[in-house]
């Protein structure tokens, strides 16, 4: 059984940087993606990488500030965003599927299958 574990969440400046990691154990995973959600709005996919390949898909609010990366052999990917700012406010999640290929559907939630249990990301202006 795979198993999610993310960290690095925590408050920073408009304009500022953080970092989220993300591990899994137990299967190898073929995608691992960020997701992030706020109160009264659904889940909405942020990043995603191909374990294999390392391809990404972003969605189109992060382009450009935000990058997804990974190690392979650690089961392990990390979310680099920069110049942040209120909107990016949310609680992150990362996802991971056993489910191969990636495409722009790869940025669904319903596609995850093991989440795990989120860290919390606040920018103040």
């Known amino acids: 059984q795979v198993q999610v574990t993310e960290s690095g969440g925590g408050s920073v400046q408009a304009g500022g940087s953080l970092r989220l990691s993300c591990v899994t154990s137990g299967w190898t995973v073929y995608k691992m993606a960020w997701f992030r959600q706020v109160p009264g709005k659904e889940r909405e996919g942020v990043a995603v990488?191909?374990?294999?390949?390392?391809?990404?898909r972003y969605a189109d609010f992060v382009k450009g500030r935000f990058a997804i990366s990974r190690d392979n052999a650690k089961s392990s990917a990390w979310l680099d965003m920069h110049n942040m700012n209120s909107d990016d406010s949310a609680m992150y999640y990362c996802?991971?599927?056993?489910?191969?290929?990636?495409?722009?559907?790869?940025?669904?939630?319903?596609?995850?299958?093991?989440w795990g249990q989120g860290t919390q990301v606040t920018v103040s202006s």
């Open positions: 996802a991971a599927t056993r489910e191969p290929g990636l495409s722009s559907s790869s940025l669904l939630a319903d596609k995850y299958n093991v």
């Open positions: 990488i191909y374990m294999p390949t390392g391809g990404t």
